[in-house]
T-cell receptor, first 111, second 111 residues
Framework: NAGVTQTPKFRILKIGQSMTLQCAQDMNHNYMYWYRQDPGMGLKLIYY???????DKGEVPNGYNVSRSTTEDFPLRLELAAPSQTSVYFC??????????FGEGSRLTVL | DAKTTQPTSMDCAEGRAANLPCNHS???????VYWYRQIHSQGPQYIIH???NNETNEMASLIITEDRKSSTLILPHATLRDTAVYYCIVRVAFGNEKLTFGTGTRLTIIP
């Protein structure tokens, strides 16, 4: 099993551009999450999903959108990128309320 | 999910036991205590979890007080590779999946 796979690992965007961070898991987990982590800070929950077709907002959802059309994939869309979205983004999944498995992260810089 | 309080940072000598405290005074009866750690800028890694009994696995031990308002993660023989940020979180087994992380404890193992 590959676990949780995030792409891309690194990306530089210009202000106002849009992009999608991809997240895929092959563990048949129903729960998936997107977090962001600013330098020296803890993780902030952006969006989460408890199953295909179901998504909900976390602590810091503004400026982001998600979809969950399949169990495996949970892409995070950034519309109109802003410097404040410069961060490391982590995707995670879990089977129900069990332990979370995290991806390696996607480092995004908005200039 | 209940909030947790952890010290910002701690040091521990290599080879000694590292004891990381966590306060979760508002924990509910159906909430578990989970511990994760994050090494450098990698994705967080699950360590251990428990409900009310003490737990032990190959990585660590978890001691939960009888009133469940606090817990301690114990790394029995700390090594330099245990230098990381350690997060204590509480979550219910089912239902609310708005799983949030605090800022954790930065543990530094001293040679």
């Amino acid at each position: 099993n590959a676990g949780v796979t995030q792409t891309p690992k690194f990306r530089i965007l210009k202000i106002g551009q849009s992009m999608t961070l991809q997240c895929a898991q092959d563990m048949n987990h129903n729960y998936m999450y997107w977090y962001r982590q600013d330098p020296g800070m803890g993780l902030k929950l952006i969006y989460y999903s408890v199953g295909a077709g179901i998504t909900d907002k976390g602590e810091v959802p503004n400026g982001y959108n998600v979809s969950r059309s399949t169990t495996e994939d949970f892409p995070l869309r950034l519309e109109l990128a802003a410097p404040s979205q410069t961060s490391v983004y982590f995707c995670a999944s879990s089977r129900g309320a069990g332990e979370l498995f995290f991806g390696e992260g996607s480092r995004l810089t908005v200039l | 999910d209940a909030k947790t309080t952890q010290p910002t940072s701690m040091d521990c000598a290599e080879g000694r036991a590292a004891n990381l405290p966590c306060n979760h005074s508002t924990i509910s009866g159906n909430e578990y205590v989970y511990w994760y750690r994050q090494i450098h800028s990698q994705g967080p890694q699950y360590i251990i979890h428990g409900l009310k009994n003490n737990e032990t696995n190959e990585m660590a031990s978890l001691i939960i007080t009888e009133d469940r308002k606090s817990s301690t993660l114990i790394l029995p023989h700390a090594t330099l590779r245990d230098t990381a940020v350690y997060y204590c979180i509480v979550r219910v087994a089912f239902g609310n999946e708005k799983l949030t992380f605090g800022t954790g404890t930065r543990l530094t193992i001293i040679p």
